[in-house]
Nanobody, 124 residues
Framework: QVQSVESGGGSVQAGGSLRLSCAAS???????MGWFRQAPGKEIQGVAA????????YYADSVKGRFTISRDSAKNTVSLQMNSLKPEDTAMYYC??????????????????RGQGTQVTVSS
């Protein structure tokens, strides 16, 4: 069974930083891994994704310039460096494998599997 395990969430003040990590058993060298988030009472949304073959990143407009996604193919891990955090970034963050051809779209319905999530809370 494919699994992904997220870590690195926590509570920070606005303007702070967090780094999320994901260890994914379903990581492939030519696939797509992404981060998604769901705030209380809201629908899940795509945050960032990366094409693992060449490291090409894709970002939601709301996080461009603040978040950086990266991968380590030797360790089958994907990370999300989050800087300049805002209260509206508060959510449960999930690491997910995404159908490769949809990597740039961050479409939630193209998630193949996701982990249990890690909570990020940003206070003002």
């Amino acid at each position: 069974q494919v699994q992904s395990v997220e870590s690195g969430g926590g509570s920070v003040q606005a303007g702070g930083s967090l780094r999320l990590s994901c260890a994914a058993s379903g990581y492939t060298a030519s696939g797509c891994m992404g981060w998604f988030r769901q705030a209380p009472g809201k629908e899940i949304q795509g945050v960032a994704a990366i094409y693992t073959a060449d490291g090409t990143p894709y970002y939601a407009d709301s996080v461009k310039g603040r978040f950086t996604i990266s991968r380590d193919s030797a360790k089958n891990t994907v990370s999300l460096q989050m800087n300049s955090l805002k209260p509206e970034d508060t959510a449960m963050y999930y690491c997910a494998q995404v159908l490769s051809i949809y990597c740039a779209t961050l479409r939630v319905d193209k998630i193949r599997y996701r982990g249990q999530g890690t909570q990020v809370t940003v206070s003002s």
